[in-house]
């Protein structure tokens, strides 16, 4: 399924919005790099007013009690401070934006304005995890959220040399969303829409390449079973298992998050369906444990997870 080219429906401030980002990164070509990032960090939290500061804290009432528990520092700080991960998280987001911005421009394998992908993300050893796994022949299915910067994840396989495709949502009516999917193809990834058929997925598996999939948000239009996250209930889509499943292969979690002046990438072992239990045990049980990673990765890094996007149900 290909996105929908520009239609004279599409909403005006989207246009405009497309426009805006197209212009950014032709510019981006002639201001130097960190004065482009401390530009954006400094509007950064702006950015998270209104309804995505509402949506911050929604998120954040939720995984109180578990955070808390898990990560007591950040709790004193919310306790004299409610706005200040909503401050953190948008600088982040600034320092994010601007990777994608240079990644735009072009990123791909044997691409020399991607050099800096290579010097900025550190492969952490556990990376051997997932060359065992490519090693049989039967591609990854890599698991990741919305956490450190995941399109600098994905540029880096690409040009480790791995080939594959994220599956993403490709917005209709909206120009400005497929900024992002020109953005990958821009690295050298291509985007495989959610509600395309999983013969294309599958396709990239059955190639020996790399399929990724962010997991970890609430995305009511897909089939979704209320799994843990933070300790409180959250639909999460069954979509991981279903792979896992029909490809009869493990999930890798892997994350790309900001440690100290580098970001580094690493592997986690990969989840494995049980095949001692019923289809519907064993799926709950894999996106048990997948949502326990991410929950695990949130706590040791809450700046660098994407607070301001919907995670939980709005109608409990």
């Not at 040399?161 to 993403?168: I, L, R, S």
């Not at 917005?171 to 400005?176: L, M």
């Not at 050298?188 to 396709?203: C, F, K, M, S, V």
Request: proline share 7%; glycine share 10%.
């Amino acid at each position: 399924m290909a996105p929908e080219g520009p239609s004279t429906t599409e909403p005006l401030r989207r246009r405009f919005r497309a426009a805006g980002l197209r212009a950014l990164v032709r510019c981006a070509g002639a201001v130097p790099p960190a004065l482009l990032e401390s530009g954006l960090r400094r509007i950064g939290p702006l950015a998270l007013g209104g309804q995505p500061g509402a949506v911050v804290s929604a998120n954040l009432n939720e995984g109180a009690e578990w955070l808390n528990q898990h990560q007591p520092s950040l709790g004193s700080e919310l306790a004299g401070d409610p706005a200040a991960l909503t401050r953190r998280c948008g600088r982040f987001a600034a320092e994010q934006f601007a990777h994608w911005v240079r990644l735009a421009r072009g990123a791909g394998p044997g691409d020399r304005r991607g050099d800096w992908v290579d010097r900025l993300v550190e492969l952490d050893p556990s990376i051997e995890i997932l060359d065992r796994v490519l090693a049989r022949g039967r591609g990854a299915i890599i698991v990741t959220a919305h956490i450190g910067d995941w399109e600098l994840l994905c540029a880096r396989l690409r040009r480790r040399g791995h080939e594959g495709a994220v599956v993403g949502r490709v917005r209709q009516r909206d120009s400005s969303h497929r900024w992002l999917v020109d953005m990958r193809r821009a690295y050298g990834a291509e985007t495989i829409p959610q509600e395309a058929t999983a013969r294309a997925a599958l396709r990239v598996l059955k190639g020996g390449g790399v399929l990724g999939l962010l997991t970890d948000l609430h995305v009511k239009r897909l089939d979704h079973r209320e799994v843990p996250f933070l300790g409180a209930a959250a639909p999460t889509m069954t979509a991981p298992a279903a792979f896992a499943r029909a490809w009869r292969a493990p999930l890798v979690p892997v994350r790309c998050v900001r440690t100290g002046p580098r970001y580094t990438m690493s592997v986690e072992e990969p989840l494995v369906l049980r095949p001692d239990l019923g289809r519907d045990a064993a799926e709950l049980d894999l996106l048990t444990r997948q949502n326990e990673v991410f929950s695990r990765w949130i706590a040791a890094s809450p700046e660098q997870w994407a607070w301001y996007l919907p995670r939980f149900a709005t109608d409990r």
